[in-house]
Every structure is written in C-alpha cells, then in structure tokens.
C-alpha cells in the first residue's frame, strides 16, 4: 500500500489549508484513516480519526476547527483534512495514516507534510 500526503504549506494564523492523502494498492481492509501530527521536540499525536463508517474523532485541540473526511473508490481511497482557524501552535509534520484489519492489524504511514502557521 502506498499514501501520498499533499498539501502543506505556510499560512497565517487564522487561515486555511487543505491536506490531501492518496492511499493507493491493496486497500480493500483498510478500516480507519487518520491524520497525526508532530511538532519539533514533540511526540507524535493523533490529531484526527474517520472510521469505514464515516465516524470521526478529533483531538481536543482541534475540535470545531479541523475536518477529517475520507473519499473511497475502487482501487484508491483519499482522505482529507480541512483546517480552518489555524493557530501557530498547529505548526507541525502532518502524517496520514491508515490501519488495516486483521489479521495485519498494523498501521501504515505517509511520508509527512510540513504545515507552518505564522502568528
């Protein structure tokens, strides 16, 4: 399975961005998508979470703010994150993440996009 993450970038506090993660191959037993974050000197957190029934869950951080929404096809699935009043404390290497039912039962990750909020 391959995941592509796009759509990272500078913004200024306030603003927007959209993060996109093309997840491609064997994708048939993928249950949930999520987005993860790190900041520098940071541990990597879960920042959002869709499930194969469409049921999010969010950081507390992020809540009423950011979006999880995932789009699924026959060979590909996409999921995205919208991300609206950003802070400069969302600044961070953003991660897509998917997780496979068993008997994988393992996550596989993105390669990480840089999203940086200027106050």
């Known amino acids: 399975v391959q995941l592509q993450a796009s759509g990272g970038g500078l913004v200024q506090a306030g603003g927007s961005l959209r993060l996109s993660c093309a997840v491609s191959?064997?994708?048939?037993?993928?249950?949930?998508m999520a987005w993860f974050r790190q900041a520098p000197g940071n541990q990597r957190e879960l920042v959002a979470l869709?499930?194969?029934?469409?049921?999010?869950?969010?950081a507390d951080s992020v809540k009423g703010r950011f979006t999880i929404s995932r789009d699924n096809a026959k060979d590909k699935s996409t999921v995205y994150l919208q991300m609206n009043s950003l802070k400069p404390e969302d600044t961070a290497v953003y991660y897509c993440?998917?997780?496979?039912?068993?008997?994988?039962?393992?996550?596989?990750w993105g390669q990480g996009t840089l999203v940086t909020v200027s106050s």
């Open positions: 191959g064997n994708i048939f037993s993928i249950t949930e």
């Open positions: 869709i499930g194969r029934g469409s049921n999010t869950m969010y």
């Open positions: 993440a998917v997780l496979f039912a068993p008997p994988q039962s393992r996550w596989y």
